[in-house]
């Protein structure tokens, strides 16, 4: 297939006070999130001066990724859309469209399955191509990349680095925490054909990154950023629930690695940096948190790899993955079908 650009596409975040709960309202639209649920969320954001890091985080990888196509001779315009906040995705299709793109692939921020994490991000690309209308360029997703060298190694190098910060007379009381954004049981049964899709992705992650950066230490999957009310069951246990329940069994030492996600934005400096940092304090636990990809070249040039793969003829048999799970470049329909929300 012939395509004449690439699109990045993610969450967004607000950039000053004034646009916090507006783009709060953005991210909850339809779900019901009381005000009060709002205005707490809204001060994790004024911590940080009312600026969300994603944005700056989504501007060093767009250029990271066309100056890794330009020194590999990819001949491919880059735009960027977010999902809730500026530069909106419509914007950046109505932009495209405009420069005469008729067909692009979409690299979206998200490497797991399940409705949140892949799905709505394609219903994101569809009401853009609808609200710019019929004349709208054709946007296919990349695939999702949980078990590709270049998201994977990245993870395992900050595993290693967070480590050599912790005592290694200690190492045998020493434990790794893997995270990644809870979501309702529901939305987890239902992610992927058949179901489990997200939670088996991260799994496998947490499989690889453990084997490649500290077999010998054991390791759990956690969760942290739950944001639903407490009487729908999300998943569990909690990361500092987790914490509490390590510093009884008589660990010392944890490395939290955000394996479900690919920088350090909001819900990784706050949940992680400043909640779970206070959390462990509390518990006389050392707590050190591994970096996330960023702009690591192996992750930038993941993003060319990907591309290659939909673009060259050769693309599917070069194809780069860690993992075991099925695999497909684009998803089939129904695939992590959300429950009916209650009003």
Same mark, same amino acid.
């Given at each position: 297939?012939?395509?004449? +650009? *690439?699109?990045?596409?993610?969450?967004?975040?607000?950039?000053?006070?004034?646009?916090? *709960?507006?783009?709060?309202?953005?991210?909850?639209?339809?779900?019901?999130?009381?005000? $009060?649920?709002?205005?707490?969320?809204?001060?994790?954001?004024?911590?940080?001066?009312?600026?969300?890091?994603?944005?700056?985080?989504?501007?060093?990888?767009?250029?990271?990724?066309?100056?890794?196509?330009?020194?590999?001779?990819?001949?491919?315009?880059?735009?960027?859309?977010?999902?809730?906040?500026? &530069?909106?995705?419509?914007?950046?299709?109505?932009?495209?469209?405009?420069?005469?793109?008729?067909?692009?692939?979409?690299?979206?921020?998200? +490497?797991?399955?399940?409705?949140?994490?892949?799905?709505?991000?394609? $219903?994101?690309?569809?009401?853009?191509?609808?609200?710019?209308?019929?004349?709208?360029?054709?946007?296919?997703?990349?695939?999702?990349?949980?078990?590709?060298?270049?998201?994977?190694?990245?993870?395992?190098?900050?595993?290693?680095?967070?480590?050599?910060?912790?005592?290694?007379?200690?190492?045998?009381?020493?434990?790794?925490?893997?995270?990644?954004?809870?979501?309702?049981?529901?939305?987890?049964?239902?992610?992927?054909?058949?179901?489990?899709?997200?939670?088996?992705?991260?799994?496998?992650? +947490?499989?690889?990154?453990?084997?490649? +950066?500290?077999?010998?230490? #054991?390791?759990?999957?956690?969760?942290?950023?739950?944001?639903?009310?407490?009487?729908?069951?999300?998943? $569990?246990?909690?990361?500092?629930?987790?914490?509490?329940?390590?510093?009884?069994?008589?660990?010392?030492?944890?490395?939290?690695?955000?394996?479900?996600?690919?920088?350090?934005? *909001?819900?990784?400096?706050?949940?992680?940096?400043?909640?779970?940092?206070?959390?462990?304090?509390?518990?006389?636990?050392?707590?050190?948190?591994?970096?996330?990809?960023?702009?690591? &070249?192996?992750?930038?040039?993941?993003?060319?790899?990907?591309?290659?793969?939909?673009?060259? #003829?050769?693309?599917?048999?070069?194809?780069?993955?860690?993992?075991?799970?099925?695999?497909?470049?684009?998803?089939?329909? &129904?695939?992590?079908?959300?429950?009916?929300?209650?009003?």
């Amino acid at each position: 297939m012939s395509y004449d +650009a *690439l699109v990045l596409v993610s969450f967004g975040g607000p950039e000053r006070p004034e646009d916090v *709960l507006p783009f709060l309202e953005n991210v909850t639209r339809g779900r019901g999130v009381p005000p $009060e649920r709002l205005a707490e969320v809204a001060e994790h954001y004024l911590h940080f001066g009312g600026v969300s890091p994603i944005n700056q985080q989504c501007r060093e990888l767009l250029a990271a990724i066309r100056a890794d196509l330009a020194a590999h001779d990819v001949d491919l315009p880059v735009y960027w859309g977010n999902r809730n906040w500026d &530069p909106m995705l419509a914007d950046t299709v109505a932009q495209m469209r405009d420069d005469g793109i008729a067909r692009a692939l979409a690299f979206v921020t998200s +490497a797991y399955g399940g409705y949140s994490s892949c799905r709505q991000y394609q $219903e994101d690309i569809a009401a853009a191509r609808a609200a710019v209308g019929p004349d709208a360029p054709v946007i296919d997703k990349l695939r999702q990349f949980w078990d590709h060298p270049g998201f994977v190694e990245p993870h395992a190098d900050a595993v290693r680095s967070a480590l050599a910060q912790l005592d290694p007379a200690r190492r045998d009381t020493t434990r790794l925490v893997f995270t990644a954004h809870s979501i309702p049981t529901s939305a987890a049964a239902t992610a992927g054909p058949h179901g489990g899709r997200y939670t088996a992705q991260l799994a496998e992650t +947490a499989r690889l990154v453990h084997a490649a +950066a500290a077999p010998d230490l #054991p390791y759990d999957l956690v969760w942290q950023s739950r944001s639903g009310p407490p009487q729908v069951p999300w998943l $569990e246990p909690d990361v500092n629930d987790h914490l509490t329940a390590l510093a009884g069994q008589g660990v010392t030492g944890v490395v939290v690695s955000p394996i479900g996600f690919v920088s350090d934005h *909001l819900e990784v400096v706050w949940d992680l940096d400043t909640e779970a940092l206070e959390t462990a304090k509390q518990l006389g636990l050392d707590l050190v948190r591994a970096g996330t990809p960023g702009t690591d &070249p192996r992750f930038v040039s993941m993003v060319r790899e990907l591309v290659a793969e939909r673009t060259t #003829p050769d693309g599917p048999a070069t194809r780069r993955r860690l993992g075991e799970l099925p695999m497909w470049d684009s998803c089939p329909t &129904p695939c992590c079908v959300p429950a009916a929300r209650r009003p």
